[in-house]
């Protein structure tokens, strides 16, 4: 009992182990009166000796683990400082691109953005492909990549994907929409309006998300906005091209407007009609863009 104390009960405090060693010296392993001296103990010893290597075993194995633990923090580690840098790049270059400060079919280099940053090219190409999935970059092998530009079939399909999921927002928000509603949706307006007293495109088009967040908050539905925003995300550089050649910020107040007050009512389907129409402003603002910027749009869709 010795052996075993001291490996099993002192060490690892495994009162199980004890117990069931115990249990196994009252059960007697001998199984002949006969048998050789080492199981003439009650099983104890064995038991012993298979205690001590179990404790061997575990302080052998123990600290490697603890190392490779140490090693997988490490690599976590990495990573995060890995992905901080894409995300860095990432949104520093949406912003760029969403505020047309770089132009569709503008030239972009892995090279001269890595540089930029002082990191390798990796985190560069990722936050390349992420903005290529949403259609701010055209990456083409051994091509320089560039700036997308417009695609008009885009532009419908994303138009067609918010038009339905925010039909389904509106009609729910117009069900549940209460007194605090109503006064943040007061506020979201007011704030436009502001906006719009200054000329402030920058600022009325980040309101213009917040208006649609709210619409989603007040429906219960705020995972809805994540798939407006990135349909929204898609044709936001010409959104702001529109602001910035023609003053449609009235009108897109006046739709706000109309929205806001048909959800407060409980009127779901003049809300939704309303929407359908904001949507369709962008019509007047692709043809006129058309007209006098047509290599802002894919040559086989002009």
């Known amino acids: 009992m010795g052996l075993l104390h001291a490996g099993a009960v002192s060490d ?18 001998c199984r002949k009166p006969d048998a050789p001296a080492m199981w003439t103990c009650g099983g104890v ?21 603890q190392r490779a633990k140490g090693n ?10 890995q992905r ?34 002082g990191v390798s090219r990796q985190p560069v190409r990722d936050a390349f492909n992420r903005l290529d999935a949403i259609g701010f970059l055209l990456i083409r092998p051994k091509r320089a990549t560039e700036v997308r530009r417009f695609s008009v079939r885009q532009i419908e399909k994303s138009r067609f994907v918010r038009a339905a999921i925010e ?29 719009m007293e200054t000329a402030d495109f920058k600022a009325f088009s980040a309101l213009d998300y917040s208006f649609h967040r709210t619409l989603c ?3 219960g539905l705020e995972f809805a906005f994540d798939v407006i925003s990135t349909e929204k995300a898609k044709v936001d550089r010409l959104c702001v091209l529109g602001l910035s050649r ?6 897109l107040l006046d739709d706000h407007t109309a929205i806001a007050s048909a ?7 003049t809300a939704v009609n309303v929407s359908t129409l904001h949507l369709s402003r962008l019509d007047d603002t692709i043809a006129a863009i058309m007209q006098n910027n047509s290599d802002y749009f894919e040559p086989d869709l002009t």
């Open 263 to 269: 959800v407060v009512r409980g009127d779901a389907e």
């Open 45 to 65: 010893r064995t038991c012993g000796v298979i205690a001590g290597i179990f404790v061997a075993l575990v302080l052998k194995n123990c600290y490697p683990i």
């Open 84 to 117: 901080t840098k894409v995300n860095k790049i990432f949104h520093d270059l949406y912003t760029e691109i969403a505020l047309l400060r770089l132009m569709p079919g503008e030239k972009i280099s892995e090279v001269d953005i890595a540089e930029k940053y």
């Open 167 to 195: 039909a389904a927002v509106l009609r729910q928000a117009s069900a549940v929409c209460d007194t605090s509603g109503a006064k943040a949706l007061k506020r979201s307006l007011d704030d436009q309006s502001s906006a």
């Open 72 to 81: 997988d923090m490490a690599r976590l580690n990495r990573i995060d400082v």
């Open 12 to 29: 690892l405090r495994y009162d199980g182990l004890r117990r069931n060693v115990s249990t196994a010296s009252r059960m007697n392993f």
């Open 246 to 251: 023609e003053d449609r910020m009235p009108q």
């Open 217 to 219: 908050e007040i429906a």
